[in-house]
């Protein structure tokens, strides 16, 4: 059995991992961390592992790499679209792929990995709109600010009842408008549209700058009484 160990600050694009790599049936998903110390943890108490984590988890890249030929753990990084894959080849990751990567790539990346193989997913850097851009750029324009706030908290692993704590607005209210946001993307749950967002670059990024450019906000799970 394939012990795998996911290592993402982005909880709800870590779930959507977990959903591709958990059907396979040589595939175990052992451990999913959130945090720095989490994924330590898993390292230590999981070993002979193959660890999914993102590119900037962690600012010591090496610590990483150092824990993990520690206990025989092989490294498969989940970069972000742009970022160089010979950064982390070079610093000795076994396989690269980024947060666009297909269902049928991840599970042929972490199988090779596994088998003492490296992988790196094959990525154009295009020097113009791509289609996938002009997708995000048609999605981005159908947006309210509103809408795009709540699509950025999703992306971040917020529920309901904290985006409209954020919002200053009521439970259902988040509801009305997520439908109206699942109609106008093409999407039926928040899965889909967080992966979707994560996909698409430019709506990515808009959605980002729109939740920054509002009032700091505490983290996921911090409560609804919390206060900023």
């Known amino acids: 059995m394939l012990k795998l160990i996911l290592a993402d600050n982005q909880a709800i694009f870590r779930a959507g991992i977990a959903k591709v790599l958990a059907v396979e049936d040589e595939m175990r998903i052992v451990a999913q961390a ?12 999981f070993r002979a592992a193959v660890l999914v984590v993102a590119g900037g988890f962690h600012s010591d890249f090496n610590g990483i790499l150092q824990a993990a030929n520690k206990v ?3 490294v498969v990084v989940l970069a972000d679209t742009g970022e160089s894959a010979q950064r982390y080849m070079g610093a000795g990751a076994h396989g690269v792929v980024y947060r666009n990567v297909t269902s049928a790539s991840l599970v042929d990346c972490v199988r090779k990995v596994a088998r003492g193989e490296t992988w790196v997913q094959d990525i154009a850097v295009p020097s113009e709109l791509t289609e996938n851009d002009m997708v995000g750029l048609r999605v981005r324009d159908r947006l309210t600010a509103k809408e795009l706030r709540i699509v950025a908290l999703i992306v971040q692993g917020y529920k309901n009842k904290e ?14 408008y ?3 946001v699942y109609d106008k993307i093409g999407v039926s749950d928040r899965l889909e549209l967080a992966l979707f967002t994560i996909h698409h670059r430019i709506l990515n990024e808009a959605a980002a700058a729109t ?4 009032a700091p906000m505490p983290g996921p799970g911090s409560g609804a009484g919390a206060t900023s």
């Open 178 to 180: 997520l439908r109206n």
């Open 72 to 74: 025989k753990t092989r």
């Open 34 to 45: 959130q945090t720095q110390e989490q994924m330590f943890m898993a390292l230590d108490k």
């Open 163 to 176: 985006i409209a704590s954020q919002l200053g607005t009521t439970e259902q209210v988040i509801k009305n």
């Open 211 to 214: 939740a920054a450019a509002s």
